[in-house]
C-alpha cells in the first residue's frame, strides 16, 4: 500500500478552460502513516510536442507554482483547494508539425521516500470578444531605419587579404618543390577564388546600398487579434535615380521546430501555414533624388489565424510566428527586401 495517494479534482468536468479563466479545484491527500515533513506542490505547466519526421522532440515550460502545504501528515485524508489563472497564451494547438497541451502536475515530497506525482491534462481555448470593429493605431512605431552609410572597409580589406594571400601562395608553387608545390597551387586557387568573389558579392552589395539612400518602416503595431490590420507605411530616399516595377508586402505564418542546436539531434523544419501576398499602389516608377517616396497599406490578419506561439529555450524548441515581407522590385537592380515579426494575440 501506498503511503501517499493523490488526486486532482477540477470545478469542471470537461477539463475545458479560456485563456484568463480561474482553474479552480481540490487535491485530495489520503495518508496512510505519519510523516514527520511533507510538502504539497501544484504547478501549471505547457508542453510542446513535435510531429515533424526525425524530430520526435518535446519541450515543457513550467508557467505557475504553488505550494499548498508544508509541515508533517497524520494518518488521514486532507483535502486542499486551489485557484490558478490560466494564461491567455499560448493556447492548446494541433498544428501540422507540433501540438501545445497543457496540464496541472501535482508532487507530494517527503521525508519517507521518493517524491510521489500526478498529471491532470486541461485544455485552454481562446477567450470570446466582443467585436470591436477594426481596431487601428494611428500612431505609427518606427521599427526599421537603415541608409547608406554602411563602411564596408573593413571587409574589403579582409577580401583583399585574402586575394594576396592567394596570390603568394600561387607565387611560392614556382619555387616549392614536390609535394609542396600542389598544396601551394591549391591553397592560392582557394584564396584567390574565394577572395574575388568576397570582394564581387560586397562590391555588388555596396552598390545595392548606395542606390537607396534611406529606408524606413513604419508599423501601427506589432500585436494585433485575428481579424485586425496592421497598418505600415513605407518610406524612402533615392541616391541616384532609379525606377521601381513593383512594391509588395506579404504576410506570413509559420510553424517552426528547432533543434538545430542540440548536440544530440540537429534538427529544423519550417511549415508555412498561410502566405498571402498583396502588390501596393504607387504613384510614380521613376524615382528620383528630389524628395522621400512613400507608399502607405495594410495587412489583414485572417479571422481564423492561429495565434503566435513561442515555446523556443536557449535556441531550441517550437514556435508559430508571424512576420511581414516588405519588398521593393527594381529594374535591372536586385530586390530590396526587409522582414518584420508582428505577434498575433488572443
Same mark, same amino acid.
Given at each position: 500500500?501506498?503511503?501517499?495517494?493523490?488526486?486532482?479534482?477540477?470545478?469542471?468536468?470537461?477539463?475545458?478552460?479560456?485563456?484568463?479563466?480561474?482553474?479552480?479545484?481540490?487535491?485530495?491527500?489520503?495518508?496512510?502513516?505519519?510523516? !514527520?515533513?511533507? %510538502?504539497?506542490?501544484?504547478?501549471? =505547466?505547457?508542453?510542446?510536442?513535435?510531429?515533424?519526421?526525425?524530430?520526435?522532440?518535446?519541450?515543457?515550460?513550467? !508557467?505557475?507554482?504553488?505550494?499548498?502545504?508544508?509541515? /508533517?501528515?497524520?494518518?488521514?485524508?486532507? &483535502?486542499?483547494?486551489? %485557484?490558478?489563472?490560466?494564461?491567455?497564451?499560448?493556447?492548446?494547438? !494541433?498544428?501540422?508539425?507540433?501540438?501545445?497541451?497543457?496540464?496541472?502536475? #501535482?508532487?507530494?515530497?517527503?521525508?519517507?521516500?521518493?517524491?510521489?506525482?500526478?498529471?491532470?491534462?486541461?485544455?485552454?481555448?481562446?477567450?470570446?470578444?466582443?467585436?470591436?470593429?477594426?481596431?487601428?493605431?494611428?500612431?505609427?512605431?518606427?521599427?526599421?531605419?537603415? /541608409?547608406?552609410?554602411?563602411?564596408? *572597409?573593413?571587409?574589403?580589406?579582409?577580401?583583399?587579404?585574402?586575394?594576396?594571400?592567394?596570390? =603568394?601562395?600561387?607565387?611560392?608553387?614556382?619555387?616549392?618543390?614536390?609535394? =609542396?608545390?600542389?598544396?601551394?597551387?591549391?591553397?592560392? #586557387? &582557394?584564396?584567390?577564388?574565394?577572395?574575388?568573389?568576397?570582394?564581387?558579392?560586397?562590391?555588388?552589395?555596396?552598390?545595392?546600398?548606395?542606390?537607396?539612400?534611406?529606408? %524606413?518602416?513604419?508599423?501601427?503595431?506589432?500585436?494585433?487579434?485575428?481579424?485586425?490590420?496592421?497598418?505600415?507605411?513605407?518610406?524612402?530616399?533615392?541616391?541616384?535615380?532609379? @525606377?521601381?516595377?513593383?512594391?509588395?508586402?506579404?504576410?506570413?505564418?509559420?510553424?517552426?521546430?528547432?533543434?538545430?542546436?542540440?548536440?544530440?539531434?540537429?534538427?529544423? $523544419?519550417?511549415?508555412?501555414? =498561410? @502566405?498571402?501576398?498583396?502588390? $501596393?499602389?504607387? /504613384?510614380?516608377?521613376? &524615382?528620383?533624388?528630389?524628395?522621400?517616396? !512613400?507608399?502607405?497599406? @495594410?495587412?489583414?490578419?485572417?479571422?481564423?489565424?492561429?495565434? /503566435?506561439?513561442?515555446?523556443?529555450?536557449?535556441?531550441?524548441?517550437?514556435?508559430?510566428?508571424?512576420?511581414?515581407?516588405?519588398? &521593393?522590385?527594381?529594374?535591372?537592380?536586385?530586390?530590396?527586401?526587409?522582414?518584420?515579426?508582428? *505577434?498575433?494575440?488572443?
Amino acid at each position: 500500500m501506498e503511503t501517499i495517494t493523490l488526486r486532482t479534482v477540477l470545478d469542471k468536468p470537461d477539463n475545458i478552460y479560456k485563456g484568463g479563466e480561474i482553474i479552480a479545484g481540490q487535491v485530495k491527500v489520503s495518508v496512510a502513516e505519519r510523516i !514527520q515533513s511533507a %510538502e504539497l506542490v501544484l504547478g501549471l =505547466y505547457c508542453k510542446g510536442s513535435s510531429k515533424a519526421p526525425n524530430i520526435l522532440k518535446t519541450i515543457e515550460k513550467k !508557467q505557475q507554482e504553488i505550494h499548498l502545504f508544508i509541515g /508533517s501528515w497524520m494518518p488521514e485524508r486532507y &483535502i486542499y483547494p486551489f %485557484e490558478i489563472i490560466a494564461p491567455e497564451s499560448p493556447l492548446t494547438y !494541433q498544428g501540422q508539425i507540433f501540438d501545445v497541451g497543457w496540464y496541472l502536475k #501535482t508532487i507530494a515530497r517527503s521525508s519517507k521516500g521518493k517524491d510521489i506525482a500526478i498529471k491532470s491534462e486541461i485544455t485552454l481555448l481562446k477567450e470570446k470578444r466582443m467585436p470591436m470593429g477594426n481596431e487601428v493605431k494611428n500612431s505609427e512605431e518606427v521599427v526599421h531605419s537603415q /541608409s547608406s552609410g554602411k563602411s564596408l *572597409t573593413g571587409c574589403f580589406s579582409v577580401t583583399l587579404a585574402f586575394t594576396f594571400i592567394g596570390i =603568394y601562395f600561387a607565387w611560392k608553387t614556382f619555387s616549392a618543390e614536390g609535394d =609542396y608545390a600542389g598544396l601551394y597551387g591549391w591553397g592560392g #586557387t &582557394i584564396l584567390i577564388t574565394f577572395g574575388l568573389i568576397a570582394f564581387f558579392l560586397l562590391t555588388y552589395t555596396a552598390l545595392i546600398n548606395r542606390r537607396i539612400k534611406k529606408a %524606413e518602416v513604419r508599423l501601427g503595431s506589432r500585436q494585433v487579434n485575428p481579424g485586425g490590420k496592421v497598418p505600415f507605411i513605407l518610406t524612402f530616399e533615392a541616391n541616384t535615380p532609379f @525606377e521601381i516595377e513593383k512594391i509588395s508586402a506579404t504576410l506570413r505564418g509559420n510553424e517552426i521546430v528547432d533543434f538545430f542546436r542540440s548536440s544530440k539531434n540537429k534538427k529544423y $523544419l519550417k511549415q508555412c501555414l =498561410y @502566405e498571402n501576398r498583396q502588390e $501596393l499602389p504607387f /504613384s510614380q516608377k521613376k &524615382i528620383s533624388t528630389k524628395a522621400p517616396f !512613400q507608399v502607405k497599406g @495594410e495587412s489583414l490578419i485572417p479571422k481564423d489565424a492561429p495565434c /503566435s506561439i513561442d515555446l523556443m529555450e536557449s535556441g531550441k524548441g517550437m514556435a508559430l510566428s508571424w512576420e511581414i515581407e516588405f519588398a &521593393i522590385e527594381m529594374k535591372k537592380w536586385p530586390d530590396w527586401i526587409h522582414f518584420e515579426d508582428i *505577434t498575433v494575440q488572443p
